[in-house]
């Protein structure tokens, strides 16, 4: 999963401080594997780098967690990028899929048009993988159909995250 | 407009509407002569309604629906039901065999309601059953055989008149996933070599992978990919 972008997405509804960001982002994504305060650091070092945040204010007292990020119009095109192109489907993706739906509730985009091109993106694959056993033998066979039943099972989840949709919103926005 | 991408059916705006319940509320898609289609949604979206109103089995309160630049609600009941004779072949999930007749009898019924006679009626039914690889049950009734071989005859039967659409909705939703792939691959094989349209209706993302593109169907509203408004 993307941490940048994550962040980048957290930073949207306003500027934070960057133990803020950490603190909202394991709120929110960490689950049981909370972000280091280095890896906040390096990321919005490298997000200021390429001019996807600015600061926007630093308290007095200094280092690193005194900053205040935001961010900046390029930031928010490529949330909006990000957020817009499909994953490349492969099993366990679902936390990557999961962030996405819940930024696009957060930053009041479409997340229903998001779970709609990525079902299309994996339905393109599941093409693919029929035709292919159709032509193959029976060793092709049987691993498409590994394969597919794992795509299957992906696209189920986004089909009930579709029908679920209002009520995350709900939960998320409160 | 070339004729090979001029649409065959064509639906604009479509609604239905049961009492209060709105079954399709503004339903646009299309469809091209020789591609699968598949319609997909959660249930009680609206698929099996759209899929009626496409066989013109049911009327939209409003809307338009083109069978090759025709407006189906401009035909007669008997125009219609010709139609559904002449050009359109159904697959159901079940129940779409007559139990009193055999398997061949079964498959040869459509050509005999065109007019076929029937000695060359069962000859062509008997090479949809070869097709299909059912032959050996072709004098058995649908009471003595399993689901996946009456869905081979039910595909047969929507076939043998050499149908432009044959509309199909959930044809394996009774069958395992084995058998149901395997209905999914002779009906799209023969449907491939006839040139036949299908649209499908079903909700089992590894049966859609058998079409060439999908429709989503959500309360009522269908989304066609190939129609970027
Ligand atoms: N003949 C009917 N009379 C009354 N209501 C109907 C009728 N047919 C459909 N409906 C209603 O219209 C809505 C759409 O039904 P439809 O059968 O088209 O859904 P579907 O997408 O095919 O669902 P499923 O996947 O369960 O088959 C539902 O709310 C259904 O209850
Ligand atoms: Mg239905």
């Known amino acids: 999963m993307s941490i940048g972008h994550t962040l980048l997405g957290l930073l949207e509804s306003g500027p934070r401080h960057g133990y803020d960001l950490k603190r909202t982002f394991d709120e929110r994504f960490g689950h049981d594997r909370p972000l ?27 280092g690193p967690e005194r900053k205040r990020y935001a961010i900046t119009d390029a930031g928010i095109t490529d949330v909006a990028t990000w957020l817009a192109q499909p994953e490349k489907p492969e099993p366990y993706l679902q936390t990557t899929l999961y962030t996405k739906v819940v930024l696009a509730l957060l930053t009041g985009r479409s997340a229903a ?21 159709r032509d193959g033998d029976l060793a092709d066979q049987l691993i498409c159909d590994h394969a597919l039943f794992h795509l299957e099972a992906d696209l189920r989840w986004l089909e009930l995250t579709a029908a679920r949709l209002d009520q995350l919103a709900a939960e998320v926005t409160r | 407009m070339t004729a090979a991408t001029e649409p065959l059916l064509l639906a604009t705006a479509v609604r239905k509407a049961y009492g209060p319940t709105a079954a399709l509320d503004g339903a646009d898609l299309t469809i091209r002569a020789g ?12 698929k099996s309604t759209l899929l009626h109103c ?33 050009d359109f072949g159904f697959v159901f999930q079940f129940g779409q065999l007559v139990p009193e007749l055999t398997c061949l009898e079964n498959v040869a019924m459509p050509l005999r309601l065109s007019g076929t006679k029937r000695r060359p009626a069962e000859r062509q039914a ?10 050996d049950i072709s004098g058995k009734r649908p009471g003595e055989i399993s689901g996946g071989q009456g869905q ?10 050499d149908p432009r659409v044959v509309f199909a909705d959930e044809p394996t939703g009774a069958l395992d996933s084995f058998n149901g792939e395997r ?8 449907a491939n070599d006839t040139g036949a349209a299908v649209v499908l209706v079903t909700h089992e993302a590894r049966v859609a992978a058998y079409s060439d593109r999908e429709i989503v169907v959500r309360d009522g509203k269908s989304r066609d990919t190939e129609r970027v408004s």
């Not at chain 1, 048009?113 to 056993?133: F, I, P």
């Not at chain 2, 081979?152 to 008149?161: D, F």
Request: neutral net charge; aromatic residues 4%.
């Open chain 2, 54 to 86: 496409l066989a013109g089995i049911v009327r939209p309160d409003s809307g338009e629906i083109q069978y090759r630049g025709r407006e189906l609600s401009a035909m007669s009941d008997g125009e219609r039901s010709a139609l559904r004779r002449s």
């Open chain 1, 113 to 133: 048009d998001l779970l709609d091109s990525q079902r299309a993106e994996h339905l393109r694959l599941m093409r693919e993988l029929t035709r292919r056993k």
């Open chain 2, 35 to 46: 591609e699968v289609v598949a319609v997909m949604g959660p249930s009680g979206s609206g």
């Open chain 2, 152 to 161: 081979r005859v039910a595909v047969a039967r929507a076939l043998v008149g």
């Open chain 2, 183 to 190: 209905v999914m691959r002779l009906l799209t094989d023969a």
């Open chain 1, 36 to 62: 280091a305060y280095g890896q906040v650091y390096s990321t919005m070092a490298r997000l200021l780098k390429s001019g996807l945040v600015e600061v926007d204010g630093i308290e007095p007292g200094g």
């Open chain 2, 126 to 135: 008997a090479e949809w059953l070869e097709r299909l690889e059912v032959a």
